[in-house]
């Protein structure tokens, strides 16, 4: 499986990837959306994006503490060489966006729909009670990317959740879930250095920070 995030990228640099976890069963409640578990599929997806992701290693790979990121993680080093390691899991990988009650977002996702509770979320300050603004959230993750630029030796996979590539997607390239769909599973965005330059990559898409 070869993300289009992958290609083109800079071989002789070192980049800093942040995707998506792998296939999981269904969410059919929010409440439970932290216990849930990859597929098989998954597991089998995420050790052949290792393989496919091999000659840019070796890789530093990190992860969400939610269990289907490590799922991913773990997988993904599989397919990896064996220069690269497993790091374990970081707190920004999770939900650092949400400054509120779990259940209490857990409500009103369910009541307003995610996809509207999204939007809400990104376009108003209605849902400031419990989730960082877009902007906030946003410079947050691209700052801490940054420093793992600037602090590791090799390129890193960071393994986390489809809202954190969205605060990234929509505030940096302004596509809307509206439009694009949410993030598919492994799906990624990936920040490289060329020259003196900065580059943020989604898909086909690049931008200079």
Excluded at 107 to 135: A, Y
Excluded at 181 to 188: I, S, Y
Aim: proline share 5%; with cysteine.
């Amino acid at each position: 499986m070869l993300h289009t995030y992958i290609n083109n990228l800079p071989s002789t640099e070192r980049v800093i990837l942040l995707i998506r976890h792998a296939e999981r069963d269904p969410i059919d409640d929010m409440k439970d959306a932290l216990q849930i578990r990859l597929t098989e599929k998954g597991h089998t997806d995420s050790e052949n994006l290792g393989r496919s992701l091999a000659p840019l290693g070796p890789f530093s790979v990190y992860h969400s503490p939610v269990p289907r990121c490590m799922e991913t993680a773990f997988m993904i080093i599989k397919g990896l060489s064996s220069e690269s390691s497993l790091k374990g899991q970081l707190l920004e990988l999770g939900g650092p966006y949400v400054k509120g009650d779990w259940m209490e977002l857990v409500r009103r996702t369910r009541s307003e729909g995610p996809s509207n509770f999204i939007r809400q979320w990104f376009d108003t300050s209605q849902h400031n009670d419990i989730m960082v603004p877009l902007e906030e959230a946003a410079l947050f993750s691209i700052s801490f990317l940054k420093e793992q630029l600037n602090n590791n030796k090799t390129s890193v996979i960071n393994v986390s959740h489809d809202w954190n590539l969205m605060i990234l997607r929509e505030y940096f390239f302004n596509l809307r879930h509206e439009d694009e769909g949410m993030p598919d599973f492994l799906d990624g965005i990936a920040l490289f250095s060329k020259g003196e330059d900065l580059h943020l990559k989604y898909h086909d898409k690049i931008i200079t920070l």
